[in-house]
């Protein structure tokens, strides 16, 4: 794993001097960061996707507002982060984030957080002894967490009726899926190694391909066309795809609460992008294995989606209920992306080809040997290759 730059402390100061990076919401902090920065931000409860992308970026250090686990659930980021040898500041409070300029030379030690030698904000250093305890309490309270979200469930199902039961409301893409695999890639943990492992499923059946978000940039990565990109209509700027992923794409679908209004929809109308609007509160990826249901895919591959109970819980909580009925309804058609190398071995390759004729080959060799006529000829061959064998001799 890439570790972060990191810079020299001043003679005789301990601790770790970096530039502060400075933003409330990861989300619009995240394109900002470079190698060696610390990360400055407030975000309870860190979650591991949030938590993969500070390492991705280099950062050497993160100071959190808000505390890294709260103890509502055992949220999976401080993990990630300790394994890549970052240095995490929780904490520091509202008042601590203001003091902090962006941009700022700063230096962490102890906990305490550092602007031309003055101390400007106190939080927790955040170690893996703190890391276990936290997480054993949250874990202890996880009973509590799953009683909100059963009622959070019927409150979904309450107000999303007709799009879960009736498949009313769902947005009708140019893209054909009817009868055709569906591969929905979401920017999760390990989305990278599982595209390389279904890449001879993504080639041989063309499956149509569904990216949620910035997975549409990680799919032209890969030398991949997606073929229906879905939107958040919150996102602008920086968090929208690239003019090129979206422009690529048949089919661009922008989910929308409904009644809010959409900076994406007037950013895209702007680069002549004409979307289609998904009225809903289902996140992003569920509204994505939604139009794929509707669309009667034959089977939908999840790619980067959440799949065991701590990464389901390790999500945004409002977006739980919402994960949870969308894998009920469209349960049958939905695998994994880890389960595809071990269901589909591929169409049959000329080595494949190659090894059942050399098969066949030796079988008729073998069979004809045991006739008079081949017993004349292996007798044929065998004084032809005593003969050749005598010649070389002969010559050296």
Known sequence: ????????????????????????????????????DIAVLDHVDLDRATAQAL????????????PMISGRFPNLGPEVLQEAEVTMVDGVGANGLAAIGD???????EGHVYVDDARVATGRE??????????????????????SFTHNSAEFLRREQDLLLHGRGV??????????SAVVVVRGNDYEAELRAIDPFLREQHPVLIAVEQAADALRNAGLRPDIVIVDGRAEGADLPSTKALKAARDVVVRVERGAGS???????????????????????DAALIIADAGDASVIVGVGLHATLEEFLDRQRQGLASTYLTRLKVGPRLVDATAVPHLYSGRVRPHHLMLVMLAGLIALVAAVS??????????????????????????F
């Open 1 to 36: 794993m890439r570790l972060p730059a990191r810079e020299r402390t001043p003679v005789g100061l301990p601790g770790l001097v970096g530039t502060a990076r400075v933003e409330r919401r990861a989300r619009v902090l995240l394109p900002r960061l470079r190698p060696g």
């Open 55 to 66: 390492v991705d970026a280099g950062v050497a250090a993160v100071v959190n507002a808000a």
């Open 103 to 109: 941009g700022s030379t700063v230096r962490l030690h």
């Open 126 to 147: 955040v170690g893996p002894s703190q890391i276990r305890e936290d997480l054993a309490a949250a874990r202890r309270g996880m009973l509590t967490q799953l009683e």
């Open 171 to 180: 947005p009708s893409p140019a893209t054909r899926i009817a009868g055709r």
């Open 263 to 285: 900076p994406a929809l007037e950013q895209l109308d702007r680069i002549g992008i004409r979307p289609l609007r998904f009225e809903s509160s289902a996140t992003c990826e």
């Open 370 to 395: 045991v006739t008079p006529v081949g017993q004349e000829w292996a007798d044929q061959w065998s004084a032809a290759l005593s003969d050749l064998i005598d010649y070389l001799r002969g010559l």
